[in-house]
């Protein structure tokens, strides 16, 4: 999703560059940092998530929130729609980011989106990372990705949803984090109005860099549920910790030098890369899009 020589604008990275330094100052590491993709330019569809959508029916399980024009869609990645996904490149989140975005850091290979973390200098940063995320904001329904993590202390594989203040709405944040320090396990997490420490952490069995795993979560107005490789891990009811915003729907490859005590320490020992074999949603009343869905195993 990188329009050709579109950059963030000054305004939206000073408001980032504000927003993380309070997010770390608060420990919460989260990723809700991050500045938003620009909205499709007027040039483009109205609905740039059109070309990927199925057949729709109505939702009878719920109206999705008003500003969540993303509908259902399966991506395998044959190619990086740069209609459908912006893809981060020439700023970073913060302080306790070490790396530069760059979109030399994402590629496609096989069926395979790859977000790879290198040591390279990139502006004020010695090393670069990749990042993509959804022009479209979207709502209840199910959300899923199937990938593999990097490698290494200190690096973050993340798969999640998010909205914020440099979009003008409150931070609320759906979060799977593979952290390099043990990717023998995964941490789940959400954030309601930048309230956080929602955290729990789950076994990932036989290392969740080692080969690919199914994430997902089904997100309802009353009900957050987490499901690892179709597993239910993890169910939340309680109002007060159920985002409400719509959001964007992020895949990232991050590391930090100084959030040691999240994410470990730092040990660069040569390239390594987030692998990406699909990622979907699909809106709530809806039925299961591909065979592999969560939804095709739920009574």
């Not at 979109?103 to 670069?128: M, S």
């Not at 203040?165 to 609320?172: A, F, I, N, Q, V």
């Not at 990717?183 to 959400?190: E, G, I, S, T």
Request: proline share 8%.
């Amino acid at each position: 999703m990188t329009a050709p020589a579109r950059q963030i604008r000054p305004a939206f990275r000073a408001a980032a560059t504000a927003f993380a330094t309070l997010a770390v100052l608060a420990s919460a590491p989260a990723y809700a940092q991050a500045p938003p993709a620009p909205e499709a330019p007027a040039t483009q569809a109205q609905d740039p998530a059109a070309k990927h959508r199925p057949d729709t029916k109505p939702h009878p399980g719920g109206k999705p929130q008003p500003d969540a024009k993303g509908t259902s869609f399966v991506e395998n990645f044959d190619r990086l729609d740069r209609s459908f996904w912006f893809v981060s490149n020439g700023w970073n989140n913060g302080a306790h980011q070490n790396c530069t975005w760059s979109q030399r850091q994402v590629t496609t290979d096989g069926g395979n989106l790859k977000l790879t973390f290198e040591e390279r200098q990139n502006k004020d940063r010695k090393n670069v990372c990749g990042e993509v995320q959804t022009r479209a904001r979207f709502g209840y329904g199910t959300y899923e990705a199937r990938y593999k993590s990097a490698t290494g202390p200190g690096l973050n594989s993340a798969f999640f949803t998010y909205i914020g203040p440099t979009d003008k709405k409150p931070w609320d944040e759906i979060d799977f984090e593979v952290l390099g320090k043990n990717v023998d396990q995964v941490q789940l997490n959400q954030y309601i109005n930048g309230k956080g420490k929602n955290e729990k952490i789950v076994p990932v069995a036989g290392g969740a860099d080692k080969g690919f795993n199914d994430y997902a979560f089904i997100w309802e107005p009353e009900r957050l549920r987490y499901f690892l490789n179709g597993k239910l891990v993890q169910e939340v009811t309680d109002p007060s910790k159920i985002p409400q915003n719509a959001q964007k729907i992020f895949l990232s490859l991050w590391g930090s030098d100084t959030l040691k005590s999240w994410m470990g320490p730092f040990a660069y020992s040569g390239p390594t890369t987030m692998e990406v074999d699909r990622i979907a949603y699909t809106a709530l009343g809806e039925d299961c899009a591909f065979p592999q869905s969560v939804l095709c195993t739920l009574d």
